[in-house]
DNA sequence: TGCCCCCTGCAG
DNA sequence: CTGCAGGGGGCA
């Protein structure tokens, strides 16, 4: 599911309930959902969450890390030891909702009878206990984070320089650049009014720091209003991904510029948007704002 | 560098 | 029923 901003939002969302919490049991429901040693985890305290990308690292007090990938369905979700779900105002009935759910893959237990619930629809997501040098080694694939200092735009245009694949399936490269999904990918190829298909070395330094320049608007934009939270997510059908850990839904859909609106009016020309597959993923593009370079 | 695949569930 | 969904690993 989520892209940088909504695994930043649980993150933010997380770590004031998580740190300093002791964890007393892990119950594993979904056997593909975790790997590593439980024991390594019992009575270890939560020092602090960090982000690389997509992934979300939930340090350790023995310098072990839990590591999080979401995936597209996967979810984090937070219980006080009342059991009260603070649920969002846009999605009342699942006050009703107990967890574990069908979807809950994982249980934590903390000191204090609180639970944090792993949920993940399609079993794509995972949550990994390693070691520090381990994590890193497995990070050591990503590119810089979107939001690190190394993100520069010098970066960005050299990278877009080193292939002559459609620019937008570069962006998905988690290797380049580490954080950019679906949603961003062709909403910042839209604002910079850049064709998905072109070739990424032939976009121009001009272009590519417009480029750069949205794709760190719209991320710092969608963290700002929570996140996007996928149609399927709404209320009333039942919340898979998407939504923050106490249940309220982000904000971000209603800012989607061109992400799921095919045949919608383009809101800047009103020419329909039109889709198309790129790299075996639904790319989204209005065919008069985005002309491919000739 | 594209494809198929991992899964579940919903819309058409 | 088919196709589609915020991801990405493995494989020619």
């Not at 976009?203 to 720091?209: D, E, M, V």
Request: a positive charge; hydrophobic letters at 35%; charged letters at 20%.
């Amino acid at each position: 599911m989520p892209e940088l901003p909504e695994v930043e939002i649980v993150r933010l969302f997380l770590t004031p309930s998580l740190k300093n919490k002791t964890i007393v049991d892990l119950k594993i429901l979904t056997q593909k959902s975790f790997s590593g040693q439980t024991k390594k985890l019992i009575g270890q305290k939560i020092t602090r969450l960090s982000r690389h990308g997509k992934q979300l690292s939930i340090h350790l007090s023995n310098h072990h890390i839990l590591l999080v990938h979401l995936k597209m369905t996967g979810q984090l979700i937070y219980q006080d030891r009342h059991q009260k779900t603070i649920l969002g105002h846009a999605t009342p009935t699942l006050n009703q909702k107990t967890l574990p759910n069908r979807s809950t893959r994982l249980v934590f237990t903390f000191s204090d009878g609180s639970n944090l619930f792993f949920n993940d629809q399609r079993k794509f997501g995972w949550v990994r206990l390693l070691t520090i040098s381990q994590v890193k080694q497995f990070q050591s694939t990503l590119g810089p984070d979107l939001l690190s200092p190394q993100f520069t735009p010098t970066y960005f245009y050299r990278q877009l320089q080193l292939s002559s694949r459609p620019v937008k399936s570069l962006l998905h490269d988690q290797s380049r650049f580490a954080g950019i999904g679906n949603i961003y990918a062709n909403d910042a190829l839209f604002l910079a009014k850049i064709h998905p298909l072109t070739p990424a070395n032939q976009i121009s330094l001009y272009k590519s720091r417009l480029l750069h320049l949205h794709l760190l608007d719209i991320i710092n934009q969608s963290i700002q209003v929570g996140g996007s939270t996928a149609r399927d997510n709404q209320y009333p059908r039942p919340a898979t991904a998407g939504v923050h850990p106490d249940g309220t839904p982000g904000d971000n859909q209603y800012n989607f510029r061109v992400y799921q609106r095919a045949g919608d009016p383009c809101l800047l020309c009103s020419t329909p948007i039109t889709r198309l597959k790129i790299s075996g993923r639904s790319t989204f593009f209005c065919p008069h704002c985005q002309k491919p370079l000739k």
